[in-house]
């Protein structure tokens, strides 16, 4: 059984693909306030907000539970509207080796596609696929979706 797994969705939402774009690559910050339920805190630990390297620090809660997660903004790619997030430290590294998060924001018509993809390994063959962390960031992008639309 391999410990490598990757996983990925696309959903539809109404706002359009550079506004959600913008608030992922360069504004994550503004999350405690578009989905406070979900997202307590977001604070720049090393770099500047929009660039590749800086080092985010999250707090948020799935299931009830705090979570922490630090992650290095690996890539943001302007073209494809892009950004890919690579886990360095907090909860999910004790159940995986490695963890990286990719959400894009494709245009359709006046819609826009959203798509998530996770890559992750798993520390060992018990350990579940990370589906409840998926299905929260989906949820993450429609709350952003409702936020940006009522904006």
């Known amino acids: 059984m391999s410990l490598v797994g990757k996983l990925s969705a696309e959903i539809l939402i109404v706002a359009p693909h550079h506004e959600h774009h913008g608030v992922w690559s360069g504004r994550p910050h503004h999350f405690s306030n578009v989905s406070s339920g979900k997202i307590k805190k977001v604070h720049l630990h090393e770099g500047d907000w929009g660039s590749v390297g800086s080092v985010i620090k999250w707090h948020y809660v799935i299931d009830g539970k705090d979570h922490v997660a630090k992650e290095v903004v690996e890539a943001i790619d302007e073209e494809n509207k892009a950004v890919t997030f690579k886990v360095i430290d907090g909860d999910l590294l004790k159940e995986y080796k490695s963890f ?10 006046e819609a826009t596609w959203v798509r998530w993809t996770f890559e992750y390994e798993k520390l060992n063959k018990d350990i579940p696929h990370p589906f409840k962390v ?10 952003l979706d409702d936020h940006l639309v009522q904006a």
């Open 100 to 109: 990286k998060a990719i959400v894009q924001s494709i245009p359709k018509g």
């Open 134 to 143: 998926f299905e929260f960031a989906i949820h993450l992008s429609e709350e």
